[in-house]
């Protein structure tokens, strides 16, 4: 029971509630851009494909990073979003901006790397405002 004066105990986690249930509302999906970009498609002759994912994150979650090949762009990724697209085997330049109802990043290189015909290049965003990271090895793509 409550003492005389204080508010009931379910009133207490109301304000709590409202707040969690609100920002788990702010999370930003993930758009595509790039109309063939895709992950479903079968990997086109003469090209590479590159594929990034971003991890699942509460901190962040309310803002995109928008994904650039070069001068093309390809989306916006979300948190725990994935984009795919295929593009000519050669120099890859990836550029990434953070989107936020807060503000936006400056554009940064998060990776820069060659690709090869007929291979998937397997990337991980960990974060916003972070490099990309190699899915299979671990390791972080070549910097700046």
């Known amino acids: 029971m409550s003492q005389p004066g204080e508010p009931e105990m379910r009133f207490k986690w109301i304000c709590p509630a409202v707040v969690c249930l609100t920002l788990a509302g702010c999370a930003a999906g993930t758009v595509v851009l790039a109309p063939e970009a895709s992950c479903a498609n079968t990997l086109a002759s003469q090209s590479a494909r ?61 990776a820069k790397f060659r690709t090869e015909e007929g291979r998937l290049h397997a990337y991980r965003l960990m974060h916003v405002n972070a490099d ?13």
Do not use: H, N
């Open 132 to 144: 990309l990271v190699r899915a299979a090895e671990g390791a972080a793509a070549s910097p700046r």
């Open 50 to 110: 590159i594929s990034i994912t971003r991890d699942a994150m509460f901190a962040g979650s309310g803002a995109q990073v928008e994904i650039v090949d070069g001068e093309r762009l390809i989306g916006r990724l979300g948190s725990g979003g994935k984009l795919c697209w295929d593009r000519a085997p050669g120099d890859a330049r990836i550029t990434c901006t953070t989107r936020s109802p807060l503000g936006d990043s400056v554009p940064y290189l998060c």
